[in-house]
């Protein structure tokens, strides 16, 4: 049985979809096969992993308004043994019209309970706030993975995501736990990063992933051309970085 985890934090610009996309990436590199679920409607995910936004694309809008079964979304990447099922602005729409539907936060876990078997990984890109896209997508998972930007108001983004968490797992899914923390954005020169990532080790009893995913200009430019920084510039730190997070990832879920 496929491990099912969100990938989410509240706040906006922490590294969310780099995350989903170089996470889910360096796995099948690492010879699992993997699915990125994009519940934002952004879509910045679908558009790093080089899926170009057509008209008769079916995308999580799609399935979530029951108008296509699963497998009608699931699109291959230029990634071996990753695939995704794009998101576009129509989900944006969703967030009104599935306050109608029974079970409203039950609506993803039901849409991919048959297909959880096939994947070794189903990482699940969240929006950037607390709706019922977000909400779906933590009730249909195993597990959350938090990004966490190292900057000064850090702590105050990871205990509001932390206190959701708690809130969806008392009410909705007692199944859910903390996957962990990655810091992103990390610079070791300054000793901001240094002090944000000893402040939320301190402060917290949350696990904390030992792999740092540094600022790197690699990492940011390969969602330009569509491609995980593992394809783009696998020797740069950032390449490196989700690799080595990768297999973090494996080794946790195993103990």
Not at 18 to 44: E, F, Y
Not at 54 to 62: A, C
């Amino acid at each position: 049985m496929g491990k099912v985890i969100a990938i989410s934090n509240q706040k906006g610009g922490v590294g969310k979809s780099t995350t989903a996309i170089n996470l889910a990436a360096s796995l099948a590199a690492l010879n699992r096969k993997v699915l990125v679920i994009d519940m934002d409607p952004q879509g910045n995910a679908t558009s790093g992993l080089g899926i170009e936004r057509i008209d008769d694309m079916m995308t999580t809008y799609e399935l979530m308004v029951d108008e296509a079964v699963t497998d009608m979304c699931i699109r291959p990447t230029e990634t071996a043994r990753l695939s995704v099922i794009p998101s576009n602005a129509d989900l944006a729409g969703a967030e009104i019209e599935l306050f109608e539907y029974e079970d409203k936060e039950y609506l993803l876990r039901k849409r991919i309970e048959k297909i959880v078997g096939r994947y070794d990984y189903i990482f699940i890109d969240c929006p950037p706030s607390l709706g019922i896209l977000t909400i779906n997508a933590l009730c249909a998972a195993d597990g959350v993975l938090v990004p966490v930007q190292c900057e000064y108001y850090a702590l105050e983004g990871v205990t509001q995501i932390l206190r959701t968490i708690d809130l969806v797992r008392e009410r909705l899914n007692p199944n859910l736990k903390v996957e962990g923390i990655v810091f992103t954005m990390y610079d070791a020169r300054t000793n901001l990063s240094q002090d944000v990532v000893a402040n939320v080790r301190e402060s917290l009893d949350v696990t904390v992933y030992d792999t740092l995913i540094p600022r790197n200009v690699r990492l940011a430019e390969a969602p330009s051309y569509g491609l995980p920084a593992i394809q783009y510039d696998p020797r740069s730190a950032g390449a490196i970085a989700y690799m080595n997070l990768a297999r973090e990832v494996i080794r946790r879920i195993k103990k």
